[in-house]
């Protein structure tokens, strides 16, 4: 979706929406070149404007992940031109923007809906009281607690923060004899979020161990409606941490399936009352595939390039499409990309200093290779794999189907040897 020339049928009428968009990635913001909406960026303190202030109404400075300090600044941006729609593009900033338009009445998703999405407890306690199939969990505050559940889980207990993203403290415990390590690696974490009124930061969710298939419902809503633009299937390291190494775009799924895991986020998303914006749900689907169970609601785009992969098969620009849901309340038309199938695979050296990095020109030249990212240096230092921000480097394919592009990202990835010194970083 390239803007408004691209979406028949669309009408946008005379008014010109006036959008408050926090803290966009330099790497995004020519997206919204030509769309039909006024901007005002709220930018992070310090730092280069140039490129904000040449797109923008006007650029303002705020720290986003306080809702205080964001909401003076809106504040008097609302004084000289009224704030139609709110849309925050980074994690932290979610909550922060959620509290500024209820506050000034724009369109955005409610501080209630937020909440129930960025504490993972609330959301599977909000979910089993409305009779949605959910899993069996603990927030826990002592090691004695979790015990108590582990002893009622078989297949064992996943220990996470209450509040956490990129998969920060995520460790599974089997048994009773890797209690203490998982615990100490759970509660020593640091999310970057305020931790809610009560709660500390050795604040433990502990929920039942789901076995299956893993996977993720992109969609953009608009007033409430819901728009499933792709369901993507994802590759983990697997246990103790299970940090995303991959995903493929569409995922491989018989249409009963399919339907399953979709039916199963888009009532989640009814459940918690998310209205605005692009949404990022994580859905584990149970091995006999009749069951799918939401682990996670995501109120922005997915990470991990995913909604790079959603243009490529679908047409769809998520970015775009989430400033044109909050600001005229419409969703894209039907599209049709230039692939049938798109996937990204991460890679995971070993931790130690970087020596050299090679096979980068190889990778580059095989067949549906998109784009390589991200990649270390000589010299920097990469510690063990615990959680996404331990990678090192990305490599973007698509091809004609999802089997073609996910062979030529697998293949790309193993191409490009990140050799370390073991003698390094630890």
């Not at 139609?84 to 506050?103: H, Y």
């Not at 949605?132 to 889980?153: D, K, M, N, P, Q």
């Not at 689907?285 to 991990?304: F, K, P």
């Not at 049938?340 to 030249?365: D, K, M, N, Q």
């Amino acid at each position: 979706m390239g803007g408004p020339p691209d979406m028949p049928g669309q009408s946008f009428g005379a008014h010109v929406p006036h959008l408050l968009l926090i803290c966009p990635r330099h790497d995004i913001l020519g997206k919204f070149v030509g769309l039909p909406v006024a901007l005002t960026v709220v930018h992070r303190p310090g730092g280069d404007r140039e490129l904000e202030e040449s797109l923008a109404l006007a650029v303002v400075d705020a720290d986003f992940t306080d809702p205080k300090a964001l909401l003076a600044v809106a504040r008097e941006v609302h004084a000289r031109r009224p704030v139609d729609a709110v849309l925050g593009l980074t994690e932290l900033s979610l909550r922060p923007a959620s509290v500024v338009a209820e506050a000034l009445g724009a369109r955005g998703n409610s501080p209630a809906t937020l909440a129930l999405t960025q504490d993972k407890a609330a959301m599977r306690a909000h979910l089993r009281d409305r009779g949605l199939g959910t899993v069996a969990h603990r927030v826990c505050s002592t090691v004695e607690e979790v015990r108590a559940l582990l002893r009622g889980a078989p297949a064992g207990v996943i220990l996470k923060p209450v509040e956490g993203n990129g998969g920060t403290g995520v460790h599974l415990v089997r048994t009773e004899a890797e209690l203490d390590r998982a615990w100490a690696w759970t509660s020593g974490a640091r999310t970057g979020f305020a931790w809610p009124q009560g709660a500390s930061a050795s604040t433990v969710l502990a929920e039942e161990f789901l076995t299956g298939q893993e996977f993720s419902v992109e969609s953009l809503s608009a007033a409430g409606r819901h728009q499933v633009l792709a369901v993507t299937r994802k590759h983990t390291s697997g246990a103790p941490h299970f940090v995303e190494t991959g995903h493929d775009l569409p995922a491989p799924l018989p249409p009963d399936r399919h339907r399953t895991v979709v039916d199963a986020a888009v009532k989640a998303l009814d459940a918690v009352g998310y209205a605005w914006g692009p949404c990022h749900t994580e859905v584990m689907l149970a091995e006999d595939g009749e069951r799918a169970t939401v682990v996670e609601i995501n109120a922005r785009q997915g990470g991990d390039q995913i909604w790079e992969l959603v243009h490529h098969v679908t047409g769809v620009d998520m970015l775009q499409g989430a400033v044109l849901a909050l600001a005229h309340g419409v969703l894209p038309g039907p599209a049709t990309g230039h692939a049938g199938g798109a996937s990204i695979r991460y890679l995971t050296p070993r931790p130690g200093r970087v020596a050299e990095v090679t096979g980068v020109a190889e990778a580059l030249a095989m067949e549906g290779v998109i784009r390589v990212g991200e990649l270390p240096s000589a010299g920097d230092d990469l510690v063990a794999l615990g959680d996404s921000w331990n990678r090192a480097g990305h490599v973007v394919a698509a091809g004609p189907d999802p089997k073609t592009a996910a062979d030529a990202a697998d293949a790309a990835a193993a191409r490009i040897v990140v050799r370390t010194d073991e003698e390094g970083a630890r």
